[in-house]
Nanobody, 119 residues
Framework: QAQLVESGGGLVQAGGSLSLSCAAS??????MGWFRQAPGKEREFVAR???????FYADTVKGRFTISRDSAKNTVYLQMNSLKPEDTAVYYC???????????????WGQGTQVTVSS
């Protein structure tokens, strides 16, 4: 059974940095990514990386967040710099096994980790 386990997160002041990790087990994935959900809002895409190390970011985090992966450890990371109060949310790791020529369906999800940015 595939499983995604997040770690990291916490409380940081605006302008600070945090790093999230997501360790996958049970299988490998062609794409892994991060989503977030703020209170009262829909879950939104943050960033994703393919097994070829191709990355894509939401405009709201581009230039501040960096997604990376360690294929040997089956782990994906999200380095978050210059954090803003509006980045406060529960961050979820997600994974997709579909071929890259198909749109992802993000069938696998972690439990989520809280990131809080104080002003």
């Amino acid at each position: 059974q595939a499983q995604l386990v997040e770690s990291g997160g916490g409380l940081v002041q605006a302008g600070g940095s945090l790093s999230l990790s997501c360790a996958a087990s049970g299988r490998t994935f062609n794409r892994m990514g991060w989503f977030r959900q703020a209170p009262g809002k829909e879950r939104e895409f943050v960033a994703r990386i393919t097994f070829t190390a191709n990355t894509f970011y939401a405009d709201t985090v581009k230039g501040r967040f960096t997604i990376s992966r360690d294929s040997a450890k089956n782990t994906v990371y999200l380095q978050m710099n210059s954090l803003k109060p509006e980045d406060t949310a529960v961050y979820y790791c997600a994974a997709d096994a579909r071929p890259l020529f198909q749109a992802p369906t993000w069938d696998y999800w972690g439990q989520g980790t809280q990131v809080t940015v104080s002003s």
